[in-house]
C-alpha cells in the first residue's frame, strides 16, 4: 500500500497527539496528493522549528529566542509570576490573553505513580527567582489532578521557606477536578486566573 516510505510517514503520524493509523492516514494521503502545497511547506516548517527552537532558560517556555519573547516583553508585569505544568498550559493562558505576567515551567508534577519525584522538576530557577525579591506573587496554575495539588503543596512548602515578600495564590473556579489547563476553554481559563486564592 505505498511502499515503506509511505508507511514509515504513517507510523511518525499515528505517533502525534489525537492522531491514531486511520487519522494518520487520511492525512498522510491528503499530503502526497499535493506534496508540493502540503508536504514540502511542512517538511520545511518542521525541519526549521527542530532547529531553531530551544527552552528558555529564564522560564523553560518553547520559543527560538532565549530568553523567550514573553520574558523579553517589557509590558509584562516582572513581579508576577505563573507556574505551570507544561509549556502546553503557557500556551493556553497566552492564547486566552488573561496573564501579562511571566512564568515559570515546571515541566511535570510529581507523581508517585509515574515516577515522577522534586529531582525532575525545574525548581531551581523558580525558587532562585523568587529569592531575588522581586517577585510579589505566585500564581500556582497546576491541573485540578491529584498531582498537581501535591506539587501545588510541595511547592509551597519550597516557596514559605524562602526570604521573601511573594504571596503564593492558586487559581481558583474554573478548573474542574481532572482538567488539564491546556484543554479548557478561554473564559474558564480567565475565570480561574482571575478567581485565584490564597495557598
Known amino acids: 500500500m505505498g511502499g515503506p516510505e509511505v508507511e514509515r510517514l504513517i507510523g511518525l503520524l499515528s505517533r502525534l497527539p489525537g492522531l491514531g493509523p486511520r487519522s494518520a492516514r487520511r492525512a498522510a494521503l491528503r499530503m502526497l496528493q499535493q506534496p508540493e502545497a502540503r508536504m514540502l511547506p511542512l517538511a520545511s516548517a518542521l525541519s526549521d522549528a527542530a532547529r531553531a527552537v530551544r527552552p528558555c532558560r529564564e522560564c523553560g517556555n518553547l520559543d527560538s529566542r532565549d530568553p523567550c519573547g514573553v520574558c523579553t516583553d517589557p509590558q509584562r508585569d516582572r513581579g508576577l509570576i505563573c507556574v505551570v505544568e507544561g509549556v502546553g498550559d503557557l500556551w493556553a493562558l497566552e492564547r486566552a490573553a488573561v496573564h501579562r505576567g511571566l512564568y515559570h515551567v515546571l515541566g511535570g508534577t510529581l507523581s508517585a505513580l509515574g515516577g515522577t519525584g522534586p529531582e525532575d522538576l525545574n525548581v ?43 504571596r503564593i495564590t492558586r487559581v481558583g473556579q474554573g478548573v474542574p477536578i481532572g482538567g488539564a489547563l491546556d484543554v479548557l476553554d478561554d473564559g474558564t481559563l480567565a475565570a480561574a486566573l482571575r478567581g485565584r486564592r490564597a495557598f
Open 124 to 166: 531551581a530557577p523558580l525558587l532562585a527567582r523568587v529569592e531575588q525579591g522581586d517577585v510579589a506573587e505566585v500564581i500556582l496554575a497546576l491541573g485540578a489532578t491529584v498531582d498537581g495539588a501535591t506539587t501545588a503543596h510541595w511547592l509551597t512548602e519550597r516557596l514559605h521557606k524562602l526570604d521573601s515578600p511573594a
